[in-house]
Structures are given as structure tokens and as C-alpha cells.
């Protein structure tokens, strides 16, 4: 995580290949998708969790790109012990000047103190509807909304330890209906407390009007604890998923803006207007590409919710999360950033198999079940639509002279009505 720290992007992608991203790219990534012009793209609705699993497993590629030897991105088990310790993420509160992280593998991290989004204009697209509204705080990589007035160069943290207990991560595991429910329930919705926003608050905290990096709402990938307690969320969702392994014909029930917002500092979010459904490329500003996530069962330049729902579920993404206290058998050399727990094994090095995604059947999007025919959202990508949506295995050969198009859309149009049967048992829609 160091060399995506102190590497360019040039050059790290000339020495690690294209899959290479410097740690600030996912930091600014995330911060365009916060402040995107149509509402936030990654958080307070059913986005959350395909958002943030094609961000965290786009961040496993580029580390790995680094140095494969590493095996996974490690998960921080949040039941685990206590790793605000100068031997693995450095205290909480901290404890150097104005609250800066001066112990742990991550003392002394870098903020970008000379930001300007210009730096990253080419890795925008343009997209209908939406315009990017991130450009730092001042000169700093950190977020307008709320305003975090912090200025100092390294990482803060002005929090403290915390934790959240198995049983209440098992609960939200095995329990809600739907992608939804499950949502709320890592928001809050546990009797154990906030598993997801209570980590970012409690470590992250705040002084007056400078916010801990891991608060910041639009910037907190800054603190690299992000990424693996983001894996452990990520862990999660498999395990709901596996445990609703029955809704995957129905896309485990997810609704877009139809969902509703979920809000987990107690007010009352407002879903983003666009960008947040089912069949929308996510975060297409700056999209994530098929390739960039390690993915070979499609390929697409904009992957959407749909995309990830299928290709990064427990049957097909492309890693497996090893429980806790279980080695990766990948674990072959020393893991160079110290793991509060086992890290999560690549496909690869499991004995499980994971079979080659096979989407199908087609579920219908929520949104689609008074038309027999959806046509699937306009995408900004330039990439072909029947290659940025799961097709399912044709059932005949289709005689028409329009070819592949005609059978995804009869074969959506067979299956829609069978899934929305199901979503009306499943999911209460
Ligand atoms: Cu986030």
C-alpha cells in the first residue's frame, strides 16, 4: 500500500502493469461518486454494497498487481482484538500533533495537500444527467460536505478502539429478507449497533470542524483501515448472500431508488436521483471496467449493480473470504502488511469451487415487471449493451435475423415474469 502511496501512476503502471492505481486514485474515485451531481452513488441505498465491492475488489487488483505473493486483501474481523495498536493501523485517538497517526504500519500517511481535481479530468466520462462536484477542501484531498476543515498533511484520527461483535455481524449475515433489509441492518438496524458507519465515526471523530480522515464521509478511503474493514463489510454481503443463495434469480431482491434511502446518521438521506438502479452502469462518471476488477465472465467498460450482483457473488467473484482464524493456503510468504485476521483466499487457492458465472436465469429488474420487455437503461459506455448485461443461456436458437439482441431480450422477457412472481413472494415488492 506504500508503493501505491509514493508511485505514480505512469510510472507504477509501466513497472506493475495497467492494472496498477496509485492509493489516491481510489481516495478521489470514491470522492467523484459522492458528489456526483445526481446524489451519492455509493452510500444510503441499495448501491451501497455492489458499489463498494467492485471498489474494494478493484483495490485488491491493483495491490496484487503489486505483488501477487500477497494472496488477498486482508478483511479487519471488527471482533477481533484490538488493531488500533502501533502493531498493525496505529492508535485511535491518535497521538501525534493535532491528532495525527504517527504509530502503526500506516505512521505518518500522506493527505494529498496540493489537490486539484484537474489532476484527474481524463478518468471522467460524461454522462447524461450528471456532472462531477468534488474539488477538495482548499488544497486538500478531503470533503466540502460536511465540511472537514482538516489541514494537516498526514492522516488524523480523533476517535477511538471499536468493535462490533460477531453475533451482531452474523445477525445482519443471516437475518434481513432482502438486499435492502440487509442494508439497513448493517446501518443501524442491529441491536449491536451500526456495523458499517459506527466503525467510521467512532475511530475516524472530530474536532470542531477538522473531521477524522476515516469520517469524512466523501475522502475516507484516506485511512487505509477503510479498505479492510470495507473488506469485512464485504465479507458480509457474501455471507447474506450465500445464506439468500434462493433470491439470486431475483437479483437478491434489490430495488434501486424503489428501495428507498437508508440513513445511517439518523436523518433522513435523499437517494441519488439517477445512477442507483439495478440496470445503471455504477458510479458512471468513473466507471469500473470488467478488466480493472480481474473479471473474465464478461466484459464490459461500465459495470452495473446487475454486473456485480452476478459476477462478484459467493459463486462467482473472483476471491472467497476465509473465515476467521483460517489460513489462506496462499499464505505461502509473509503477508507484508500485518493481518488483524486471516485474509480472504483467492478463488484460486481454495478447495471450494467456483464455477464460471452463469447468470441465469435472467432475473427481471424491479423496475420491469409491468413491461414485458425492458429495455435495459441507456449507458453512457460505449461498450455494446448485450455485453454490459448478463445474458442467460439461451433456451433456443433464435430464428430472427436480429440475432443475439432478439434472444436477450425473449429470454428476459421469459424470465420476467417468473421473477416477478418470486420478488413479489421474497421480497414484499
Ligand atoms: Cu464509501
Redesign the pocket.
Known amino acids: 500500500m506504500w508503493i501505491m502511496k509514493r508511485t505514480g501512476t505512469v510510472e507504477g503502471q509501466a513497472k506493475y502493469g495497467n492494472n496498477f492505481q496509485t492509493y489516491d486514485y481510489f481516495v478521489v474515485k ?1 470522492s467523484v ?2 458528489m456526483d451531481s445526481r446524489g451519492d452513488q ?2 444510503f441505498s441499495d448501491a ?1 454494497a455492489t ?2 465491492a467492485a ?1 474494494v475488489l478493484e483495490f485488491e487488483v491493483s495491490l496484487l498487481a503489486i505483488d501477487p505473493s500477497i494472496g488477498a486483501l486482508p478483511y479487519w474481523e471488527t471482533n477481533n482484538g484490538d488493531v488500533l495498536t502501533d502493531a498493525y493501523f496505529g492508535s485511535a485517538s491518535a497521538t501525534g500533533t493535532s491528532n495525527t497517526v504517527v504509530d502503526g504500519k500506516f505512521a505518518n500517511w500522506p493527505i494529498e495537500g496540493s489537490f486539484s481535481i484537474d489532476t484527474w479530468s481524463s478518468y471522467l466520462k460524461s454522462v447524461a444527467g450528471a456532472s462531477n462536484g468534488f474539488n477538495g477542501n482548499g488544497n486538500f484531498l478531503r470533503g466540502t460536505s460536511p465540511n472537514n476543515k482538516g489541514t494537516t498533511t498526514v492522516l488524523a484520527r480523533f476517535g477511538t478502539a471499536w468493535s462490533f461483535p460477531a453475533s451482531g455481524q452474523a445477525g445482519c449475515a443471516a437475518t434481513p429478507a432482502c438486499w435492502g433489509e440487509w442494508y439497513a441492518c448493517i446501518e443501524g438496524g442491529s441491536s449491536d449497533g451500526n456495523f458499517h458507519s459506527g466503525a467510521h465515526s467512532t475511530v475516524g471523530g472530530k474536532s470542531g470542524s477538522a473531521l477524522g480522515d476515516f469520517m469524512d ?1 466523501t475522502t ?2 484516506n485511512d487505509p483501515i ?1 479498505m479492510f474493514h ?1 473488506a469485512n463489510v464485504d465479507r458480509n454481503r457474501m455471507k447474506w448472500m450465500e445464506a439468500h443463495a434462493h433470491e439470486a434469480s431475483v437479483y437478491y431482491g434489490f430495488k434501486g431508488s424503489a428501495g428507498g434511502c437508508v440513513d445511517p446518521r439518523g436523518g433522513s438521506a435523499t437517494c441519488a436521483s439517477g445512477g442507483i438502479e439495478l440496470t445503471d452502469v455504477i458510479n458512471a462518471l468513473w466507471p469500473f471496467t470488467s478488466d480493472q476488477l480481474g473479471l473474465s465472465g464478461l466484459s464490459s467498460e461500465g459495470l452495473t449493480h446487475a454486473d456485480v450482483l452476478c459476477y462478484v457473488g459467493p459463486a462467482s467473484a473472483p476471491y472467497a473470504y476465509a473465515e476467521p482464524g483460517v489460513k489462506s493456503s496462499s499464505e505461502t510468504t509473509p503477508v507484508p502488511v500485518p493481518t488483524p485476521s486471516p485474509t480472504p483466499a483467492p478463488a484460486s487457492s481454495t478447495n471450494t469451487p467456483v464455477p464460471v458465472p452463469t447468470p441465469s436465469p435472467m432475473p427481471a429488474p424491479a423496475s420491469s415487471t409491468n413491461t414485458p420487455v425492458p429495455v435495459p437503461t441507456p449507458s453512457p459506455m460505449p461498450a455494446p449493451a448485450s455485453s454490459n448485461t448478463p445474458v442467460p443461456a439461451p433456451q433456443s436458437t433464435p430464428t430472427s435475423t436480429d440475432g443475439a439482441q432478439v434472444m436477450w431480450r425473449l429470454d428476459l422477457a421469459r424470465v420476467a415474469a417468473i421473477g416477478s412472481v418470486l420478488h413479489l413472494s421474497l421480497c414484499n415488492l
Do not use: I
Request: aromatic share 22%; charged share 0%; glycine share 8%.
Open positions: 470514491h461518486a459522492v455509493l452510500h451501497f458499489g463498494h471498489f464521509p475516507s478511503p477503510f470495507h
